[in-house]
Each structure stands twice: as C-alpha cells, then as structure tokens.
C-alpha cells in the first residue's frame, strides 16, 4: 500500500509498504479522509523532536473497515468508521474516571503524546485496537468525520470543562481551525456575543463567516478595550486557542469578576503572570484542555450527526496522499485553514 513515511526531520517519502494485519482485538481501516494537524505539520519539520524515524503520521482519520481481527465483535468488515487517534488500557484509574488521555499505558496511531506511537494514517490503510473505533453517521461525510478529533477536543474544552452556558458571552483568541471549532461549538450551544481576536485578518474573515458577532485584530487595535466597548461587563468565557504566550497573556488581562477561561492553544513551556491577590477577588476559573476522550468523540459525532456544527466549513484544501508535499507546503503558509488528505 502508499503511504508517506517520515525517516527523519524534512524526510518524507512516498512508499510501498506492507498491508497492515490485525491482531485478534484489531481493526484494519481503509483510510478515506484524513486530516492534516499541527502536531503532524511540527514532526515532519523537527518543530517537535519527540519522534522515532520511521514514521507514519497522521492521525485524524475516516474509513472503511476492511479487516478484523477474530475477537472484535462490534464492527465488521464495510462499516464506516472514524478513528480515535489513541487507545489506553482501560484498567487504571484514569481509565476508569473516563479520563483516557491521562493513561500511562496509552499509545497513539501517529499522533502526539504517548510513548507508544505506532503507524497512522498518512497511508491507504492502518490498524487500531477495536476500541478505537467509532461508527460513522452515514449523513456525516469521510472529510467532516475526519475532523471528529480535533472537534471533539473543542467539545471537551468549551463544554465539558469550562461549563459553557446558553447566553454567555464568548471571547476565542485565536480563530485558525481548531478556533473556529471551538466557535462553531460554542455557536451551537447558544453563546451570546462571540468574539474572535486573531492577528490575521483572514482567520477573523473566516470566524466572521462562521458566526462570530465581533472580530478584533489586537495588531490593529487595543483588544482589551474593544472587548469592554463590546462587553461593559466583560466576557463570561475566555477560550485561548492561539499558541502564543502572547494570547495566554492577553486571556489574563481580559478577565473580570468571574470569567472562566481555558488554556486551550498553548503547548509550549513559557511563563506568564498572575496577580495573586487580583486572582483571589476575580474569583476566576481556570481550565485547560487537551487531546480527546471516547465521551468526547461520541458528542462530536453526535454534533455532526445533528448539523448543530459542519466542520466541512473549516475545509480549505483536499489533497491527494500522493501529493502530501504539496500539502506541507501548504501547511506552513498562512492563508489556510483545516487540510485534508485523501489517499
Ligand atoms: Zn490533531
Ligand atoms: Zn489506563
């Protein structure tokens, strides 16, 4: 089969390689659709040096199922599937607090995080355990499902952890792709004013697209001051989906009595300040948020299943495997949102 296999930094190879086999609680996937994340864009550049060569990533992907292995039960051969990018051992207490991602005997399929990381899905095929899969709702598109993970971590964040409210006024400060997931949940779980702030203008054309009330580019204005302008009362929930320490800071500066805010785009080790006692009468909530859950999946492909979110609308490219190149070139440009690559 084709796949793009990663032998070291700036080294990616378009190859032949072995079909994958199942093991008895196994799952062979025929990969459709599969999104291009940041994680996979920073392994090929060397951005991140976590990564053993050989390599496939790619780990946000749809299919059919095209092999099991003799125990699995739940899914045969034809069914359409999305992928969880992680599996976990389901025994230890994280497991069983429905806090997967925490697992230390976890591993990834071409992902980030995990020690164990095994081939993913920058390829026709590729295998995970059985319980890494989740049906595809037949009305949901191969492109839309294979952006089920980066959906269900907005999920995760806005929802589940923040506690989003009907009504509440949003502020997300950074609208790239996973942003603009998180503003689209945030739309469809009815937030009242919705601001996106984003240094580029066509990111804040995109949000405007997809429904933000307000969009303000802290390069062109005072941000703090055009939210109050906005908001006298100031935001009741403040997502960072950016990156910079830059946004974690200005997240601080936007806070009042009582907004919660989530440190959601932010993964690499910079300092940022708290004032303790200003913390203390602000009363404010922090939250963080990373990678997915099962419970997380599930309510992304219930979201798309019900059309209260069409992460299609985040699309800017569809690529063929066979021009992964292309597509990470296009990667490192900024006018782009979501890639997905189509084997
Ligand atoms: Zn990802
Ligand atoms: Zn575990």
């Known amino acids: 089969m084709l796949a793009a296999v990663l032998h070291d930094f700036n080294d990616l190879r378009l190859e032949d390689v072995p079909m994958p086999t199942p093991a008895p609680d196994e799952v062979v996937v025929k990969i459709k659709a599969c999104g291009f994340c940041a ?6 550049k060397g951005i991140r040096k976590n990564v053993s060569f050989p390599c496939i990533v790619g780990h946000e992907p749809s299919g059919v199922v095209s092999a099991v ?28 607090q429905g806090k997967m991602h ?23 095929y590729m295998k995970t355990a059985a319980s890494s899969i989740f049906p595809k709702p037949s009305n949901v598109s191969f492109e839309a499902a294979a952006i089920t993970e980066p959906l ?16 509440d006024d949003v502020v997300i400060i950074g609208v790239g792709s996973i942003g603009l997931l998180c503003m689209m949940v945030a739309k469809a779980a009815g937030a009242g004013r919705l601001i ?18 307000h969009i303000i580019n802290p390069r ?6 055009r939210v109050y302008d906005i908001i ?26 009582g907004t919660k805010w989530n440190v959601f785009g932010i993964t690499t080790h910079e300092k940022f300040e708290l004032d303790g006692g200003l913390t203390h009468f602000l009363e404010g909530r922090m939250d963080a948020s990373f990678g997915t859950t099962p419970l997380a999946m599930s309510k992304a492909l219930r979201l ?40």
């Open 39 to 44: 994680t996979d864009y920073k392994a090929i």
């Open 69 to 96: 292995g003799k125990y699995v039960k739940h899914v045969k051969e034809g069914d359409e599937v999305v992928v969880m990018p992680s599996g976990s051992c389901g025994y230890c207490k994280y497991c069983r």
């Open 102 to 124: 925490y697992c230390k005997q976890s591993f990834t399929t071409g992902g980030d995080g995990p020690e164990d990381v095994r081939p993913g899905a920058f390829a026709e």
């Open 152 to 167: 269900s971590g907005a999920w995760k964040g806005v929802i589940q952890y923040s506690e989003m409210e009907i009504g």
């Open 196 to 213: 996106a702030i984003d240094a580029s203008d066509y990111a804040l054309r995109n949000a405007k697209s997809l429904g933000a009330t």
């Open 220 to 225: 062109k204005e005072d941000a703090r001051k």
């Open 232 to 257: 006298p009362d100031g935001p009741d929930l403040i997502v960072e989906a950016a990156g910079p320490i830059q946004a974690v800071q200005l997240m601080v500066d936007l806070r009042r009595r």
């Open 304 to 343: 798309m299943e019900t059309g209260l979110v069409n992460p299609e609308k985040v699309i800017s490219h569809r690529i063929a495997l066979r021009d992964i190149h292309k597509a990470v070139e296009i990667m490192g440009t900024p006018e782009r949102n979501k890639i997905v690559i189509i084997p």
